[in-house]
């Protein structure tokens, strides 16, 4: 089964663009950086929901 990423809206669609793209496959979430395919992050439902809501809590903001 060939995996399916998925990118922002937001981010760029040249192939310039450096953006993260996340697939599900195999009960995991998958994670990419766009400009370095090869390397994926493997993580589950739960951790992506606990960064996500941080993420929109602001947590992060200090490092952009």
Do not use: Y
């Not at 663009?17 to 697939?23: D, I, K």
């Not at 009960?27 to 739960?46: F, K, Q, Y």
């Amino acid at each position: 089964m060939e995996i399916q990423w998925r990118k922002s809206s937001k981010s760029a669609d040249d192939e310039d663009s450096n953006c993260l793209e996340l697939a599900w496959h195999g009960g995991e979430i998958l994670m990419r950086e766009s400009d370095n395919p090869d390397v994926v992050i493997h993580t589950t439902r739960a951790k992506l929901l606990a960064f996500l809501g941080g993420a929109k809590e602001g947590e992060f903001d200090d490092l952009t």
